[in-house]
């Protein structure tokens, strides 16, 4: 057991040069909420308001999303304490659950999960972008390859998906080329950015949770918090997709499904896991940061929820002149937090949170360009990938790895909007947290001997009841939102052939 644990330890350095131990608490901290805070706060709660047709399930939906990341990042503090080596979560499934689940969980990452992440937030920072410069535009062709679909297929309805390069989608890849770039030059540099932006993205995220308790409006008042649990009742049964008669199923299945928007904006807080090689201190500095980070995060959501409800009605008219009358349903192209600073300031004020966006989106990608590249790193150096993706330039980096993330995440860009985008991510996502999870539970019973700095808070019954509840969500996601998830499934078992494929041909096995 000694000599397994030697090894183990030993992981994630490329034998040419070391990842430089340079992050300490504050920076692992900004790393996880700088990940976790993009886009998604800022515009998903329409589409969530149109799920669940009522205020008090909006705050419900927060709510369960926020407990259940809470759990998961306390619970992955003891994985990333005992093992703190590059690529993270990819190194807690390959111990615990064997080299084919590490390969499965990098090829989904790099695949759609990290890569589709980084695009679609890339392309939201691009739209918003477009409130300041008008030049930046989706219909604005450049090079139109075509449209594709819709497909008719068993498991629902996909696309259409025009494909082709647009002055919107040029200033997204243009960004992520930027970013990488950054990155290369060593981890310093990367960490003062994701620094700087992270900070001033907490601070914009609590402005907006300011403004929206002292810029309340009577009419959203009267509209939320009169009847704030319409539409809730335990035993009533709602119409799914609204406004249809498709299904009908009941109210904690609707918060399930409507679940998809918020858990996307709170995902990446195991982030910091990625890059756990390079933080000091990694007993203490990965639990705590993962706690304070995801912590403060799920803090800040909430209550931008709350601020939203005081100034919008949670339904409007649809083609509704202001903001006000459009509500949080209605919300111009879903931008609910631009809707909230409109009725403050004018279109001064959808202006300054355009901005404040911007930087949410641009801190966030650079979190996620970071830390995924030490994933394909790790991957590399297991015999799992291109041996060149398993070395370090001048600078400590991973820069081959950040270059290939950067160059199918561009791709990606070319491929669709950013909902179409995210369509696949989330049930991949939850599937091997769900793994990982199980894989604590096996670790602890294989492996007793293993050093453990930080033991998971609640073990073994809040693991447990994340599991539960992320099976919970997946099948519902299977049963009514079968184009966001089958194809996400379809993708993780085509790496099946692939891992056999890699063996086959003779690539290096995983270190024993």
């Known amino acids: 057991m000694a000599n397994t644990q030697t090894t183990i330890e030993s992981r994630g350095e490329h034998p040419s040069g070391a990842l430089v131990k340079g992050l300490g608490l504050f920076d692992a901290t900004m790393l996880v909420a700088g990940s976790m805070i993009g ?28 407990l259940i990341t809470l759990i998961g990042a306390l619970s992955f503090g003891e994985l990333a304490a005992a093992m703190p080596h590059a690529g993270g979560q990819y190194v807690y499934l390959r111990e615990s659950c064997g080299p084919l689940f590490g390969f499965l969980y990098g090829w989904t990452m790099l695949l759609v999960i990290q890569t589709a992440t980084i695009a679609a937030v890339a392309i939201a920072l691009a739209k918003f972008s477009g409130v300041l410069v008008l030049w930046i535009s989706a219909s604005a062709w450049i090079w139109k390859i075509g449209t594709f679909g819709p497909w008719n297929l068993w498991f629902g309805q996909l696309g259409p ?93 609707l918060v399930g499904v409507a679940m998809v928007g918020s858990l996307f904006a709170m995902d990446a807080w195991n982030s910091v896991t990625f890059t756990a090689a390079e933080v000091k201190n990694p007993g203490r500095n990965l639990p705590l940061s993962l706690a304070l ?63 404040a966006i911007l930087v949410s989106t641009f801190g966030c990608n650079n979190g996620l360009i970071l830390a995924g590249a030490r994933i394909y790193y790790a991957m590399a150096n297991d015999g799992l990938f291109f041996r060149l993706v398993g070395t370090l330039n001048k600078n400590h980096v991973p820069a081959v790895a950040l270059v290939a993330q950067c160059v199918w995440a561009s791709v990606l860009c070319l491929s669709g909007t950013y909902g179409q985008l995210l369509d696949f991510l989330i049930f991949a996502q939850l599937l091997f947290y769900v793994l990982t999870l199980a894989g ?53 078992l085509f790496g099946l052939p692939v891992y056999a494929v890699w063996k086959w041909a003779g690539k290096p096995p995983v270190r024993a």
Do not use: C
């Open 293 to 355: 980070g995801t912590g403060t995060v799920v803090l800040l959501y909430v209550l931008a929820n709350v601020a939203y409800l005081r100034v919008l009605p949670l339904s409007g008219d649809l083609h509704g002149a202001t903001a006000i009358a459009r509500g949080i349903e209605f919300a111009t192209e879903g931008r609910v937090a631009t809707a909230v600073g409109e009725v403050a300031f004018g279109p001064a004020g959808a202006i300054l949170m355009a901005i």
């Open 39 to 66: 886009s998604g706060i800022f515009i998903v709660s329409a589409d969530i308001a149109h799920q669940v047709q009522s205020p008090g399930l909006l705050i419900l939906v927060w709510l369960a999303s926020g």
């Open 161 to 253: 998906y025009n494909v082709g390069l647009n002055r919107q989608n040029l200033v997204a890849i243009l960004s992520i080329v930027l970013l990488t770039w950054v990155n290369t030059r060593g981890l310093r540099l990367g960490k003062i950015v994701q620094n700087v932006f992270t900070v001033a993205k907490i601070a914009s995220l609590g402005g907006l949770v300011l403004l929206g308790f002292w810029f309340s409006t009577m009419i959203a008042r009267s509209a939320n918090f009169t009847g704030f649990w319409r539409n809730a009742g335990w035993s009533m049964t709602h119409p799914y997709p609204p406004g249809s008669s498709t299904w009908m199923i009941g109210t904690l299945t």
């Open 440 to 492: 604590l539970f096996l670790l602890r019973w294989r492996r007793p001997e293993m050093a453990r700095p930080y033991r998971a808070f609640g073990y073994p019954i809040l693991p447990a009841l994340y599991i539960l509840a992320a099976a919970f969500l997946e099948i519902q996601l299977l049963r009514y939102k079968p184009q966001y998830t089958w194809p996400g499934l379809i993708i993780v």
